[in-house]
Each structure stands twice: as structure tokens, then as C-alpha cells.
């Protein structure tokens, strides 16, 4: 198991080198000067050289690429050139909002999946309506599932919020960033309640698409398992087959079904750019938002590198717990 883990770790070191270096190179390609973008458009060519000299841009690019390196490993993603802040300030702000909304996505995807490849197999009344559910939600691109819920929704039924993460202007914002937590920590239900109504739209349709992908793997690999040896035991000792199906059965079918929510997970913040920005959503998606009309490329090269990130380190748990739900995994 140790070695496997080194294994792991030491390739996502090597992604996150390459990842670096691609969100550099795209920087470079950009075609943008970062210096006459910051100091703008009136800066005399005295000021954006001397200034090019202090930042180091005439220097080589190999010397600058791991200059770049440098400061990503200290947590330096350079400075806006629209809020004229360090990126890793702006993200740190922004980022609390997008992780709870990739929370609570997750979550449900997990669930409304696992109930989707459990009814499937189990054959539960009333997995036939929710598999018809959310197949025909994870149809329809999340923009417009998006939409379509906040016409339906907020617009005609006035059900759930349409935007933001709050309707209180005096909500508390610490000490986590998170709305819900830090409303349930302040002890005030209201807003809390508040909080949470405003987190289920969106975080329904970022959860469909992943929850189908997870639902479906699940199905195929449970149906796999009950097919074996160890299940037939299990019946043969009287054992109820919904017993069979969630003691035995489902442990030995995790291993498939944790791959594909490392996977999804890379597709979930993907969405959750598009999903921010409809709904408003105060996070890292409404902050690159913002920055791509400015050519803020320090910007948006940072909210890639942190969602990249995020990414390859969420694979490599997932590979992890792969190897401790199924040990063979370790040995292959």
C-alpha cells in the first residue's frame, strides 16, 4: 500500500508540474503584456520598462517559468490587473463559496446515484420514476437545466431563489466563507435556512450529470457482483436480498464507482464556472467572469491552476481509497 501511494503521489506531482507549465505557456501565448496591462494604457514606455525590469519579464523564459513555479508553490499567482490584488487573495475570497457549492453537488450526486444503482439492481419501487428523472435532467445541457429552473422554480411556482447565496444583507461572512456553515455557527436558523434554500437550485444542476455517470457504473458493477460465488453464499444462508445486496454486493462494486466520481469531479467544476455565473453564485466561476471582458489573464490562469489543483489532488485520494475498498488495486 505504501509504495502504491508514493506511486500516486509522485504522478500528481509530475501532472501538477505539467499543468503549471501549460497555464505558463498559455500566459506567454496570450499575446497580453502584463506590465502595460497593469500600469495601463497611458504609461509611458520609461514606466512599463522599469517596471518590466522590477517583475522580471526581460528575463528568459526558462528563468521566468520557474520564477512561476517558485511563487505557485508559495501561493503567489501573480497580481489582478482589475482588482490590482494578488490572484491568490481574490481566489481565497471567492474560492469558499465555490467549494460549497461543489460540496453539496457532490453530496447529492452521490446519493441520488448510489439510490440510482441500488433501486436499479434492487429493484426498489420507485427507482423506475427516479431513474426516468434523472436521465432526462442529465440530457439537458446544465446552462439551460440551469434556466429552465429558474423560470420554473422562482418564476412561476416562486419556489427557490434564482440568485446569490443569501436574501440577507447582514449575513455573517466568517469564519469559514461557507454561508450554511457559518449561519449554523452564528446559531441563526433563519438565515441558515435561507442559505440552504438558495444552495439547492444550483447545486441540483450541478449533481444530475455527474449522478447518472456514478448511477449507471454502479448498476453494472452491482449486477456484476450478484452474479458471483460470494453472493450465492450469502443466499444460500438465508440471508435477505436487500442484506446481499448492501452488505455483500456493494462493497466489492465501489471500486468502479469511485473512479468514475474522480472523474465527474473534473466535469463538476467545469460546470460550476457556467452554473456561478447564472445563478450569480459568488465564487471563483462569477470571479473569472469578471476578469475575462479585462483580459485579466493573471486571473484566470490562477483560477485554472487552482481548479486543476483541486482536480489532480481529488483523483489521487480517490485512487487511494480505491486501494482500501480494493486492495488488488494496490498490486496491479
Not at 501565448?29 to 494604457?41: K, R, T
Not at 448510489?114 to 426516468?132: D, K, N
Not at 444462508?237 to 464507482?257: I, Y
Amino acid at each position: 500500500m505504501i509504495r502504491f501511494v508514493t506511486k500516486r503521489l509522485s504522478a500528481m506531482v509530475i501532472i501538477l508540474v505539467v499543468l503549471t507549465a501549460v497555464v505558463f505557456l498559455l500566459q506567454q501565448a496570450s499575446g497580453i503584456n502584463p506590465v502595460h496591462a497593469y500600469l495601463g494604457a497611458n504609461a509611458s514606455q520609461a514606466a512599463v520598462a522599469h517596471e518590466t525590469k522590477v517583475l522580471g519579464y526581460d528575463r528568459p523564459i526558462f528563468r521566468q517559468f520557474l520564477t512561476y513555479i517558485g511563487h505557485a508553490v508559495q501561493g503567489n499567482l501573480g497580481r489582478s490587473l482589475r482588482t490590482r490584488d494578488a490572484v491568490a487573495t481574490n481566489i481565497a475570497s471567492y474560492l469558499p463559496a465555490t467549494a460549497e457549492l461543489a460540496l453539496a453537488g457532490l453530496g447529492l450526486a452521490l446519493i441520488l446515484g448510489a439510490a440510482l444503482g441500488l433501486g436499479s439492481v434492487g429493484r426498489w419501487r420507485g427507482s423506475g420514476v427516479l431513474r426516468i428523472i434523472l436521465l432526462s435532467g442529465a440530457s439537458v445541457p446544465g446552462f439551460l437545466l440551469a434556466l429552465l429552473g429558474i423560470l420554473l422554480l422562482n418564476g412561476k411556482l416562486h419556489w427557490l431563489p434564482a440568485t446569490g447565496d443569501t436574501g440577507y444583507n447582514n449575513a455573517p461572512t466568517g469564519p469559514t466563507g461557507m454561508m450554511v456553515v457559518d449561519t449554523l455557527l452564528h446559531g441563526n436558523l433563519a438565515m441558515f435556512w435561507d442559505a440552504i434554500v438558495h444552495l439547492i437550485l444550483p447545486a441540483i444542476c450541478v449533481s444530475l450529470g455527474p449522478a447518472v455517470s456514478i448511477g449507471r457504473v454502479l448498476r453494472t458493477s452491482l449486477e456484476s457482483s450478484m452474479g458471483s460465488d460470494f453472493v450465492r453464499t450469502a443466499r444460500a444462508k438465508g440471508l435477505k436480498e436487500k442484506t446481499v445486496l448492501v452488505r455483500h454486493a456493494l462493497r466489492n462494486s465501489l471500486s468502479a464507482a469511485l473512479s468514475m466520481t474522480g472523474l465527474q469531479v473534473g466535469l463538476m467544476f467545469a460546470g460550476i464556472v457556467v452554473i456561478e455565473t447564472i445563478f450569480a453564485w459568488p465564487g471563483i466561476g462569477l470571479y473569472v467572469e469578471q476578469s475575462i471582458p479585462s483580459a485579466d489573464f493573471p486571473a484566470i490562469a490562477g483560477v485554472t491552476l487552482v481548479l486543476g489543483v483541486a482536480y489532480v489532488v481529488i483523483n489521487a485520494v480517490v485512487d487511494v481509497l480505491q486501494a482500501v475498498v480494493d486492495p488488488r488495486v494496490a498490486i496491479a
